[in-house]
């Protein structure tokens, strides 16, 4: 276990450290200028280059990106070229509010997408299990931002159940936890039903039969605990696919995370922020892998750490 985690370690550092210098290297790239985007239109040539100096923007890219590097090694994310902030203040506060809008859509995939599985296993066979395996088909094929306007449209719009958009109620979450719980439940709709499947064929499912047990108890009591336990242990690679979507979803439903963050920095081209979420995003993915690989053996004997 000690040496599975040395290697999974170091092959998370040299992971973040490769996304650091790929996300460095194609802001250093663009052909927008974060100088002109600070100074604004009406600044003098003379401005411009003292801003670029003041920033270090006029030194050669491995010189601005070991400078980078040795500030992140402190835990240094920089400043905001735009809100003259720390970015490492500016993530933290927007923090919890992604935290709670993916537990939030954690919950709703769960919820849809395990009991979408759980229905199609038991009447597999049945248009009722080729309905459902279509919807879960279409929720994993449908881009977030559709998903999320049509929410907004028929249930914030039409219905008047749910607020636009905004930040502070258990309203304001309802939608875009749906909109990406969507995606995930699809997924888990393939695998619970797989799984279940696997499991209602199993020897000691036929001897509760064979003795007379109510079909609701093999179900929820001998077939259901055994049937989720590979799926649950796949819930810390979802973080990866939240950090995706998070930007589209945040920005669609005025989200106040750090995906809202980074679309306002992209908008402005400040390389800062985007370098800090950018970062934050592929420690969180790295993590959730990670503890999806070690808790997995725990949850299902059949997987092992190699």
Known sequence: ?????????????????????????????LPADPVRQIAGRSATPQTVENIRQQLGLDQPFVVQYWHYLTKLVSGDLGRSYIQRSEVTELIVSRLPASLLLMVG???????????????????????????????SFIGVSAPQFVVGLLLLYVFAVRLSWFPIGGYGTWRHLVLPSLTMGILGAGWYARMMRSSMIDVLRQDYVRTARAKGLARGAIIFRHALPNAILPVVAMIGIDIGIFMGGIVVVESVF?????????????????????MGVTLVSAFAIVLGNLLADIIAPFIDPRIKLR
Not at 5 to 27: E, H, Y
Not at 111 to 123: D, E
Not at 254 to 274: H, T
């Open 105 to 135: 859509a954690i919950l709703c995939e769960l919820l849809i997408g395990l009991s979408m599985g759980l229905i199609a296993a038991v009447k597999r066979g049945t248009a009722t299990d080729q309905t459902l395996m279509v919807a």
């Open 1 to 29: 276990m000690i040496a599975y985690l040395g290697r999974r370690l170091i092959q998370s550092l040299l992971i973040l450290l490769g996304v650091s210098l790929i996300t460095f290297a194609l802001l250093y790239l």
């Open 254 to 274: 005025g989200w106040p995370g750090i995906g809202q963050l980074a679309w306002q920095a992209i908008q402005r081209v400040d390389i800062p922020i985007i």
